[in-house]
T-cell receptor, first 111, second 114 residues
């Protein structure tokens, strides 16, 4: 069975500070992992995806995530937060033709 | 724009009425998904089509819900006899890149049942 746990439903950071959003997964098969971002009243947009090619994945808007099999984690980071990063972030695991989403982390950026 | 489009974006209805949502996926994508999202939650899987075949349905999809994709292109999601608990954002997504392909989402259809 596949599942995703996002630790921390709300994260606040100051503008320019490091962003760290946590995601742990459970998968009975080698996982494909994704981070999506959702702005208010919009659909989800793909930030980045891990498909076993490289453990450190770079995405759009300066975000990156590292796959750590030993920790079953896929945490999302960005070195310096920008006001425009304020949004809801979802981690997801894909297996076969199915996708399972976490409950999301709301990121607030404080000026 | 050739992204996933959903219609209507917002629907307000009275309890007991029927509603229908439409999704037009990216044209070359053969997989189409419906998800439901409530406030503070991630998307919850409802159903999935490959071409015109509905291959999987969640137990969240009660008998009041029905989805079709008659020609393997657009899809409709109908909710009969709506209840207040049906109020949510209904998201459509499509995919066409094999098992590792990501989902491309539409902007969603927000349903409010009064």
């Amino acid at each position: 069975a596949q599942s995703v746990t996002q630790l921390g439903s709300h994260v606040s950071v100051s503008e320019g500070a490091l962003v760290l959003l946590r995601c742990n997964y459970s998968s009975s098969v080698p996982p494909y992992l994704f981070w999506y971002v959702q702005y208010p009243n919009q659909g989800l947009q793909l930030l980045l995806k891990y498909t076993s090619a490289a453990t450190l994945v770079k995405g759009i808007n300066g975000f990156e995530a590292e796959f750590k099999k030993s920790e079953t984690s896929f945490h999302l980071t960005k070195p310096s937060a920008h006001m425009s990063d304020a949004a809801e972030y979802f981690c997801a695991v894909g297996a076969g033709n199915q996708f399972y989403f976490g409950t999301g982390t709301s990121l607030t950026v404080i000026p | 724009d050739t992204g996933v489009s959903q219609d209507p974006r917002h629907k307000i209805t009275k309890r007991g009425q029927n509603v229908t949502f439409r999704c037009d996926p990216i044209s070359e994508h053969n997989r189409l998904y419906w998800y439901r999202q409530t406030l503070g939650q991630g998307p919850e899987f409802l159903t999935y089509f490959q071409n015109e075949a509905q291959l999987e349905k969640s137990r969240l999809l009660s008998d009041r819900f029905s989805a079709e994709r008659p020609k393997g292109s657009f899809s409709t999601l109908e909710i009969q006899r709506t209840e207040q608990g049906d109020s949510a954002m209904y998201l459509c997504a499509s995919s066409g890149q094999g098992d590792t392909g990501e989902l491309f989402f539409g902007e969603g259809s927000r349903l409010t049942v009064l």
